[in-house]
């Protein structure tokens, strides 16, 4: 029984292939190479996929060819069985890697950067001089393309390369110019903001600029201005220096405040008027209310003054209690 059902399998395997694997004709073909074959028309091609029909398109066009053409000469190449489908012309597109003027300036910028250290690629914005043509490079070559002799001023950014492309027959060359500017990203406020106010996150957005319009102390982080106040009223979209903002000033000059000292465990207060503003951890002058004595103390909350000497206190704590 065993070899009964071996013997119906290889029968089986045998057999010519059945209807539905006759071949089927694309409507739309993508060549990879010069030579569009039996195999790019025609699903199922059997034996003679690899047997040529046509030549490709050029790199990076379409055309079109009558399915009753393609299918007799299919049937010539020795696929018996083929046949138009029902189409009447069949759109042969020849495949190739594409490159634009937005890709070729990120070439220009890799290359650049690997000519100079000290420049990073995402930093430089490159624009040419001329917009350069699309350019469509053999797929199937080793090294697509090739960018050589880069020149580049720091000075001026201006650049040149020379760009070798792999066409399908032979390479083309030709020469990119344009400049390369290094950029930064700097910190700008989104809205203005007046004199005193305290910056949040929101208000603030990053900008690229050129490096040479960007100044000495600008600021590259929001973390290093975030919670500071502004010295003066700003400007959005201008690069922010910081220098622009101060630590926010929580007791103001006249302003009534209480002085803090502690010692073994007390803690004493008094009343009294600050001499001049400050932000937390400024020394500032103050009058203790009481004694009307002038002292030294550091701001230490709103309204707070911490001072050193406990005897301002005892001298206004006797005055009381006269």
Not at 118 to 126: D, I, K, M, N
Not at 133 to 148: F, G, N, S, Y
Not at 229 to 249: C, I, M, V
Not at 265 to 274: F, V
């Amino acid at each position: 029984m065993k070899s009964l059902f071996v013997a119906a399998v290889v029968t089986l395997l045998c057999l010519p292939a059945p209807a539905w694997a006759k071949p089927a004709l694309r409507s739309e073909v993508t060549a990879t190479s010069e030579i569009v074959t039996v195999g790019d028309f025609y699903d199922e091609a059997g034996a003679a996929a690899d047997e040529p029909l046509f030549r490709a398109p050029d790199l990076g066009t379409s055309g079109t060819v009558s399915a009753q053409i393609v299918a007799e000469r299919a049937r010539a190449a020795g696929l018996t069985q083929a046949g138009t489908d029902g189409l009447r012309e069949v759109t042969v597109h020849r495949h190739s890697i594409v490159f634009d003027a937005h890709r070729l300036a990120t070439l220009v910028a890799e290359t650049l950067s690997r000519h100079d250290g000290t420049l990073s690629a995402q930093a430089l914005e490159v624009s040419f001089a001329r917009t350069p043509p699309t350019l469509h490079a053999d797929p199937a070559a080793a090294q697509p393309i090739r960018i050589e002799r880069p020149l580049w001023s720091r000075s001026d950014g201006r650049f040149d390369v020379v760009v070798h492309i792999a066409g399908a027959a032979r390479s083309q060359t030709l020469t990119l110019s344009g400049v390369a500017r290094e950029m930064v990203d700097v910190i700008a406020l989104l809205q203005p903001i007046g004199r005193g106010s305290i910056l949040k996150p929101e208000d603030l957005t990053v900008i690229r600029l050129p490096r040479q319009r960007v100044p000495s102390r600008a600021v590259t982080s929001p973390d290093e201005i975030v919670g500071l106040a502004a010295r003066t009223t700003l400007r959005p979209g201008q690069p922010l220096s910081r220098t622009d903002f101060e630590r926010p000033l929580i007791v103001a000059r006249g302003e009534k405040v209480t002085l803090l000292y502690e010692m073994s465990g007390m803690k004493l207060t008094a009343r009294g008027q600050a001499m001049s503003a400050g932000a937390e951890g400024d020394e500032i002058d103050v009058m203790n209310l009481q004694s009307r004595r002038i002292i030294t103390g550091t701001v230490v909350a709103r309204g707070q003054i911490r001072v050193g000497r406990a005897h301002e206190f005892v001298a206004a704590l006797q005055e009381n209690a006269r």
